[in-house]
């Protein structure tokens, strides 16, 4: 007989793009709820319980209208508030929001940006241990044309990859952290400032060398930051041709190194 272990159901990219004067705040969110009262819908189409995931969607955009704040955590924290007050039945709400990021480009214009946005999750329980919280920024691409080496590693009869001693390097980097409380949270732009300058001032001996260098960074500048984590892919480029004072690079073909790293103070 087969028993269900789980079973969670939502809503997913739910855009927002909230304008109250000349401010535009944008964000795309996901809701998703799944306790014991829901598996009726799934073993005898028992929906009676069920909220639909359109009423999520139009539930989101209503506090969504309500939400004057910045930050994104702020608007999942109302989210699950008011949605766990209107569904009783409901105990869990998991969100996630990721920044749709504009930047002003002068009065009311605003340019649509694509990478290095702001991300955060929320899971809140109506008994328990009410909020788990997280922070982060993914898509954050950074380059540099020098400063890093690779060298030192096993060399056996798989071995190709030669020896760098300076190269360029070109990552793709997500970054997740928690907070120690959520009324005091690091400023993710502030963060982002920190890899960014750690990345330009740290000659590494390798990517995981440099993404501890920027955990161990931002924790101790950070005191609100419990933990960190990192998953930065390789992505150096290809050398196509070269010259004594110059080299043309391609975009490297899949797959891609992948490093990750995760640190708690």
């Known amino acids: 007989m087969a028993e269900p272990v789980s079973v969670s159901y939502g809503k997913g990219a739910v855009s927002v793009y909230r304008i109250e004067g000349d401010r535009l705040f944008a964000a795309e969110i996901a809701l998703v709820i799944g306790d014991e009262v829901f598996v009726p819908s799934y073993t005898e189409g028992d929906n009676s319980l069920v909220v639909a995931t359109d009423s999520m969607k139009n539930f989101i955009q209503k506090v969504a209208l309500d939400f004057a704040g910045e930050a994104l955590e702020d608007l999942l924290h109302a989210i699950a508030g008011s949605f766990l007050e209107r569904y009783e039945h409901v105990q869990t709400v998991k969100l996630t929001a990721t920044e749709l990021a504009f930047e002003r480009r002068g009065g009311l214009v605003h340019q649509r940006l694509y990478d290095d946005t702001a991300w955060a999750s929320l899971v809140s329980k109506r008994e328990g241990p009410s909020t788990v919280e997280r922070s982060g920024r993914r898509g954050l691409h950074l380059v540099k044309l020098s400063g890093s080496s690779f060298a030192g590693f096993v060399r056996d009869e798989h071995t190709t990859l030669p020896e760098s001693f300076d190269r360029p390097l070109f990552v793709h980097m997500d970054v997740m952290w928690e907070n120690a409380g959520a009324r005091k949270r690091a400023d ?75 640190l708690r103070r």
């Open 188 to 262: 993710g732009l502030a963060l982002r400032e920190s890899f960014i300058s750690t990345f330009a001032d740290f000659e590494s001996a390798s990517i995981q060398h440099l993404v501890h260098e920027m955990g161990v960074r931002a924790l101790a500048e950070f005191p609100e930051l419990a933990s960190i984590s990192f998953r930065a892919e390789n992505r150096l480029w290809d050398t196509a041709q070269t010259a004594d004072a110059a080299a043309v690079y391609t975009d490297a073909r899949p797959p891609y190194g992948l490093i990750e790293l995760a």
